[in-house]
């Protein structure tokens, strides 16, 4: 591994290495990281990640369908359990997600082929990211952000979700010396464009 995680906890090498950019195209990894990073809003992801098992059972091993159904008494549940975030807002906007995710889900199919076709079913390399460039959002994540806020998301803005796409890989913003970048481009579909060019793929 290399990238800027070198120094991070064994936890979080470990979804460096395991996790973070690797194409995802499972509706329920990808709710989950969905999930992750809008309660990361305001907090630190060594925080998400250390809390990550204890967030995973209070939301049904992210089962959408279990999750949007949630009541009252899921919200209380939730709010009791030891280790998890204690925000009822972002809790209720989960839920809230989640009724949005379904409805993504019965209007394209699934949420996969939804989310990937910004991209055209293929990972975005940026052209100079791989040197180190860190930025937080870009015009990919700003639309899309603004397309899931009006099918009613929240806690899905741009910076929130170009977290998300690098997540799931549709970025693929690992370091050119991390074997994670190489990894990705010789085993996954790929794209290389210039920052400014994501129009030019939708």
Same mark, same amino acid.
């Given at each position: 591994?290399?990238?800027?995680?070198?120094?991070?906890?064994? @936890?979080?090498?470990? %979804?460096?290495?395991?996790?973070?950019?690797?194409?995802?195209?499972?509706?329920?990894?990808?709710?989950? %990281?969905?999930?992750?990073?809008?309660?990361? &809003?305001?907090?630190?992801?060594?925080? *998400?990640?250390?809390?990550?098992? &204890? *967030?995973?059972?209070?939301?049904?091993?992210?089962?959408?369908?279990?999750? &949007?159904?949630?009541?009252?008494?899921?919200?209380?549940?939730?709010?009791?359990?030891?280790?998890?975030?204690?925000?009822?807002?972002?809790?209720?906007?989960?839920?809230?997600?989640?009724? &949005?995710?379904?409805?993504?889900?019965?209007?394209?199919?699934?949420?996969?082929?939804?989310?990937?076709?910004?991209?055209? #079913?293929?990972?975005?390399?940026?052209?100079?990211?791989?040197?180190?460039?860190?930025?937080?959002?870009?015009?990919?994540?700003?639309?899309?952000?603004?397309?899931?806020?009006?099918?009613?998301?929240?806690?899905?803005?741009?910076?929130?979700?170009?977290?998300?796409? @690098?997540?799931? #890989?549709?970025?693929?913003?690992?370091?050119?010396?991390?074997?994670?970048?190489?990894?990705?481009?010789?085993? %996954?579909?790929?794209?290389?464009?210039?920052?400014?060019?994501?129009?030019?793929?939708?």
């Amino acid at each position: 591994m290399a990238c800027n995680w070198k120094d991070s906890s064994k @936890q979080m090498q470990e %979804y460096h290495d395991q996790e973070w950019g690797i194409p995802t195209h499972d509706d329920q990894k990808l709710f989950e %990281y969905l999930v992750l990073e809008s309660l990361q &809003a305001g907090l630190s992801w060594e925080l *998400i990640i250390r809390k990550r098992e &204890a *967030i995973r059972k209070c939301f049904c091993d992210f089962d959408v369908e279990k999750v &949007a159904s949630f009541d009252i008494d899921d919200i209380e549940r939730i709010m009791h359990t030891d280790d998890m975030i204690k925000s009822l807002r972002k809790v209720n906007a989960m839920i809230s997600n989640a009724k &949005a995710f379904i409805d993504v889900q019965k209007e394209f199919g699934n949420f996969n082929k939804y989310l990937w076709s910004y991209s055209n #079913g293929k990972t975005i390399c940026y052209k100079g990211h791989e040197q180190g460039i860190n930025i937080s959002k870009n015009d990919l994540s700003t639309l899309i952000s603004s397309d899931l806020k009006k099918r009613g998301f929240k806690y899905v803005g741009p910076v929130i979700i170009y977290s998300y796409l @690098q997540a799931c #890989g549709i970025i693929n913003d690992h370091d050119k010396e991390c074997i994670c970048y190489q990894k990705i481009k010789n085993n %996954y579909p790929c794209i290389t464009i210039d920052e400014e060019d994501i129009y030019k793929i939708l």
